[in-house]
């Protein structure tokens, strides 16, 4: 069986930004011209991650058809929650057997700006990569503490000064925690951040996400002026 190294997650329904929602699921909206889920996998192909699991659930069908017909410089595997979501935690538990033992989880709404592979030095099972966010692009929900470990907690119920960057790199053990097949990813990392089992990797650079109006406009002005000169 072949092992992947990295999950995208993009079974949600994108109810916040419903606007561009009614028709396709939120990884397909449009940025100048391409699918948000295109820049992604360009982002993943140039810092070589070449096996991907797509995460399906809400209208995940638009998913397939778009990387069947559009998608040929990866390898790429369908992965749907099926008749009911399984949220995203449930959806990485269903395709733990598809993972390497050490593998990336992505958020399906956001756009990396780093080195994949500076997360995988940090040689911990379990680490995220955060963002001295100081509320300024969301409410923050991380607390970083010594020697890189960090407190996460997705209700942001604190005085936190870091964001989730939108990445993490973990050991598929960490999944054992949860003997539930339909739970929220966030519930598992806060456990394993209250037992010590979570470090944070800094990132300098801001985030780009596509789970806000706001958030679509900010991006489409990044695409515009990176990838469109």
């Known amino acids: 069986?072949?092992?992947?190294?990295?999950?995208?997650?993009?079974?949600?329904?994108?109810?916040?930004?419903?606007?561009?929602?009614?028709k396709k699921p939120k990884c397909l909206i449009d940025i100048n011209g391409k699918p948000f889920l295109y820049y992604q996998l360009k982002y993943l192909q140039k810092n070589s991650i070449k096996n991907i699991i797509l995460s399906t659930g809400f209208?995940?069908?638009f998913i397939k058809n778009y990387v069947k017909k559009n998608i040929d410089?990866?390898?790429?595997?369908?992965?749907?929650?099926?008749?009911?979501?399984?949220?995203?935690g449930g959806a990485i538990k269903k395709s733990l057997k598809f993972l390497k033992d050490n593998f990336f989880i992505i958020y399906g709404d956001s756009y990396l700006n780093f080195k994949l592979k500076d997360l995988k030095k940090k040689n911990y099972h379990s680490v995220m990569a955060i963002y001295k966010n100081k509320n300024k692009y969301d409410i923050s929900n991380v607390q970083k503490k010594k020697?890189?470990?960090?407190?996460?907690?997705?209700?942001?119920?604190?005085?936190?000064?870091?964001?989730?960057?939108?990445?993490?790199?973990?050991?598929?053990?960490?999944?054992?925690?949860?003997?539930?097949?339909?739970?929220?990813?966030?519930?598992?990392?806060?456990?394993v951040s209250k037992n010590n089992q979570l470090k944070g990797h800094v990132i300098k650079k801001r985030f780009y996400e596509i789970g806000s109006y706001n958030g679509i406009k900010q991006f489409k002005r990044f695409t515009k002026n990176a990838f469109h000169k």
């Open 1 to 22: 069986m072949k092992k992947y190294d990295a999950i995208i997650l993009s079974g949600g329904k994108g109810t916040r930004v419903s606007k561009y929602t009614k």
């Open 147 to 191: 020697l890189d470990f960090i407190v996460y907690n997705k209700e942001k119920k604190g005085n936190f000064a870091y964001i989730d960057y939108g990445v993490s790199y973990v050991n598929k053990k960490i999944f054992k925690q949860i003997r539930k097949t339909k739970f929220d990813l966030s519930i598992l990392l806060e456990k």
């Open 59 to 61: 209208k995940g069908n």
């Open 73 to 88: 410089f990866l390898n790429i595997k369908i992965v749907s929650d099926g008749k009911k979501l399984l949220g995203t």
